[in-house]
């Protein structure tokens, strides 16, 4: 799914809490690595590298050889691009050291130094990568507010957690430096809000100060909190051409976007529909301005049908426009959605009554979600795939109208030659 708009043009962005830094990339964090990889840099030490020069390059300590540093690179960037674990990276690890016969790496020799090496390898890459991604998203959408949230780690660091909930502006120096993650195994993250509002919504606190002390170095020249090279924002020095990147990369094919909407947790979802409830609110009554949001994914099992009977979505992504929110509810509509409902979409939209594919429109299909009230009446989504979304390129899967429905007059719908229950019953 395109993370532009799960980002939330229009609302809150939460992709931290919609696509976790392991197992669930997004179009940005895939950008940024990919991009490092026409530099891979020859290191004996992981401070050969240092601040934003991990920007642009890929290393692994004492990874000399180029063979040996493009087949890890292309090991990391498979298990971030493909959302694998860490098993899956641990014996592309072990293929890779055999095959090349190195030797002398930090942890060799011993099962607990080997998952140690591997998990710092993969993890930090991944953390960074996220980071970075969610900078470009955070710089592209022009949040007003950024709030710093603790990763809620079992061992977390003092300071980290006197930075969570800090909501400051996106210009404030503090970001300089302290943009997460912070340390080696840091888990903080940064989301974006419109309104002190907003960052409530996301777990900020406005009138929280920053801790004396936070901006003065030690000795050393290190920061409180901070660690070693570890004093600079992923990905600022490459936040656009990284949003350029995930341009083009962003329209997975429909199979693969529905798996990563399928693998969305319950929090994930709750966090979305926050956001897109900022969204419907500040539609309000129109008028539309052309912008829209990603609220969720066709489900594999939908995309499988649908292909099955001939119809085969560009992709999975699910689009509402702020002029379908409009049009829904505008004054003295017969049959209207109840609008607390509608805001909490992104988490109704993955587990619907039933699901039917409408091909009766040549050249024009349908999906019709429906959704159960109390009184026996249902709640009707009608989203028109592929359909062209303007100021995006691409199609899409739009919600374009909703209204509530005797399970009767579904009935009826349901009969027609054209019509296919393609998931649940009615």
């Not at 030797?103 to 993969?122: D, F, H, M, N, Q």
Request: net charge positive.
């Amino acid at each position: 799914m395109p993370s532009k708009s799960v980002n939330g043009r229009g609302g809150e962005g939460g992709q931290s809490v919609l696509r976790g830094v392991m197992g669930q990339p997004f179009a940005e964090q895939v950008a940024f690595f990919r991009q490092k990889l026409g530099n891979l840099v020859p290191t004996r030490a992981w401070d050969d590298m240092v601040r934003d020069a991990h920007d642009h390059g890929f290393m692994v300590a004492g990874a000399m050889q180029a063979d040996l540093l493009a087949d890890l690179a292309a090991a990391v960037d498979k298990a971030i691009a493909e959302g694998r674990g860490i098993d899956a990276f641990r014996r592309d690890f072990r293929a890779i050291v055999a095959r090349h016969g190195w030797t002398g790496w930090t942890g060799e020799g011993s099962t607990g130094g080997e998952a140690w090496r591997v998990k710092t390898i993969l993890r930090t890459n991944a953390a960074t990568s996220y980071a970075a991604g969610r900078y470009a998203q955070l710089t592209a959408d022009d949040f007003a507010f950024w709030v710093y949230r603790h990763g809620g780690s079992e061992h977390p660091r003092k300071w980290h957690l006197a930075w969570d909930g800090l909501v400051l502006p996106p210009d404030h120096p503090f970001w300089v430096t302290h943009y997460p993650p912070s340390d080696w195994g840091c888990s903080c993250y940064a989301l974006g809000a419109r309104s002190a509002a907003g960052a409530r919504r996301l777990g900020g606190d406005p009138d929280k100060k920053l801790p004396p002390g936070w901006d003065v170095r030690d000795a050393k020249g290190l920061l409180p909190g901070i660690g070693k090279n570890w004093d600079y924002a992923p990905g600022a020095s490459v936040a656009d051409s990284v949003s350029a990147l995930a341009r083009k990369i962003e329209q997975w094919p429909a199979m693969i976007g529905a798996g990563f909407g399928a693998s969305l947790s319950a929090r994930q979802r709750a966090a979305l529909a926050d956001a897109f409830g900022d969204f419907v609110d500040n539609v309000g009554a129109g008028p539309a301005r052309g912008r829209s949001m990603t609220v969720g994914a066709l489900r594999p099992e939908w995309v499988d049908a649908a292909a099955a009977r001939g119809v085969v979505p560009a992709s999975a992504e699910i689009v509402v426009r702020d002029e379908d929110v409009v049009h829904i509810f505008r004054d003295g509509k017969l049959h209207q959605i109840d609008r607390d409902w509608y805001r909490q979409l992104p988490v109704w939209i993955g587990r619907p009554k039933a699901v039917l594919l409408d091909r009766r429109h040549a050249g024009a299909p349908t999906m019709l979600l429906i959704f159960d009230r109390v009184g026996g009446d249902t709640n009707k989504l009608v989203i028109a795939i592929d359909y062209k979304v303007h100021r995006r390129k691409g199609r899409f899967n739009v919600i374009r109208t909703g209204r509530v429905l005797p399970v009767t007059a579904l009935e009826v719908e349901a009969a027609h030659p054209d019509v296919d229950i393609i998931d649940g019953v009615l």
